[in-house]
């Protein structure tokens, strides 16, 4: 298919999309899902908690742990041994939960594009859930939508787009319907809306000319899916030390075994004492202590709807020191917040709350806000804007 839709006429996109003004039937809804699979994000198979746990184990540090438990045992410490099976339990069962909840959380970030839309389908208008969009589709659009595909506009009424998820843009874009060169780059097609934007007034009308993984944003996940993960610092680290020690461990056990044999010591001796040293050498607490070490801090940033896929990360982060970003709409949420109301008469009441939700209210001790209360009732009158509370 033409990817180039924004340089089309209307007549041309109907006829390379099989649609028309009264848009698709049914049947060929059902012969399209068939065809290009639900309108929905890639999304990269997560693990299950057994696979998160097996993970964990072959960490380098849990394995050095884990030979040292069999030493333990090996030379009669079983209160050790079951001391260190115990710990290495709980840095499992603490990483993978963290882990495996993380997963879970990140799983909401593919909601990106999903909620309901009202389509146009054979000469009959329906609101239906946005995974069953297909290409060819006629899509209504109103304040407040989220765009849930890449759409060509075919009618506009005042249409405002925040587009700040895709392109980085702070200010609202105008469309229009009109047709574009064919050299234009993305942030500058007007007669487009793009999965996962938000239409902030107006209204408008368009055709579903991608959906999914061939969305503009779904390339970005698919790419983020299929990017190499590398080694943490704290991972590259761990490898390092865990290394080290043996080899300092397995250089002492020789130069002791030596020694002892030097002084005719039975090997039998030799063999326990080299392991008791062994044993005695190996860091039991460390895992355990980074393990809830960065597990608070996971907590911490979750506190803040920071979602930490993996716990090495949280100290990852904490190792940067030059952090380069765009500021509006990346820092900051790009969502105007009312603060303070300020009357004639000099009266003001603060406000609090932040961005577009309904946690929050009018800080007063004056019993009369009689004005402040209709002012706010102005406010929700003059707009076409509705809150919608999501799981």
């Not at 304040?143 to 405002?160: F, P, T, Y």
Request: aromatic fraction near 6%.
């Amino acid at each position: 298919m033409n990817g180039k839709w924004y340089s089309l006429t209307h007549d041309d996109i109907f006829k390379q999309l099989d649609s028309n003004e009264q848009g698709i039937t049914e049947e060929e809804v059902k012969n399209r899902i068939n065809k290009y699979g639900l309108n929905e994000l890639p999304k990269k198979k997560i693990d299950t908690f057994w696979q998160i746990m097996i993970k964990q184990v072959i960490d380098p540090i849990i394995i050095l742990l884990i030979i040292t438990v069999i030493f333990s045992f090996i030379i009669g410490e079983i209160i050790d041994g079951c001391a260190i099976i115990f710990i290495i339990l709980v840095d499992l069962l603490m990483g993978t939960f963290q882990e495996w909840k993380a997963q879970k959380n990140a799983l909401n970030l593919s909601s990106l594009i999903h909620n309901k839309v009202k389509v146009l389908r054979n000469g009959k208008s329906y609101e239906i859930d946005s995974d069953y969009l297909v290409i060819g589709d006629i899509v209504y659009l109103e304040s407040g939508d989220k765009v849930s595909a890449d759409i060509r506009l075919l009618e506009v009424n005042n249409l405002q787009v925040d587009e700040s998820v895709l392109t980085g843009e702070s200010l609202n874009i105008y469309k229009s319907a009109d047709i574009l060169p064919i050299d234009t780059i993305l942030a500058e097609r007007k007669n487009m809306v793009y999965a996962g934007t938000t239409v902030v007034t107006g209204r408008g009308q368009g055709i579903v000319v991608a959906t999914g993984k061939h969305t503009e944003i779904g390339k970005i996940a698919n790419e983020v899916i299929n990017t190499k993960e590398e080694k943490t610092p704290l991972t590259i680290r761990m490898e390092k030390f865990s290394k080290q020690i043996s080899i300092l461990i397995i250089i002492i056990a020789i130069f002791i075994s030596i020694i002892l044999f030097m002084k005719n010591v039975p090997g039998k001796e030799i063999f326990l004492s080299v392991i008791a040293l062994s044993v005695s050498a190996m860091p039991e607490g460390l895992p355990l202590a980074l393990t809830m070490a960065l597990t608070i801090g996971s907590n911490k940033m979750s506190k803040k709807n920071v979602i930490v896929k993996k716990l090495n990360s949280v100290e990852s982060l904490g190792s940067c020191t030059v952090i380069a970003t765009d500021k509006t709409g990346t820092l900051t949420v790009n969502e105007q917040t009312a603060k303070k109301i300020l009357l004639p008469n000099d009266i003001s009441f603060d406000i609090d709350g932040v961005g577009y939700n309904n946690d929050g209210g009018i800080i007063t001790n004056i019993d009369k806000i009689d004005k402040a209360i209709h002012i706010a009732q102005l406010g929700a009158l003059n707009n076409e804007a509705n809150f919608k509370k999501t799981a």
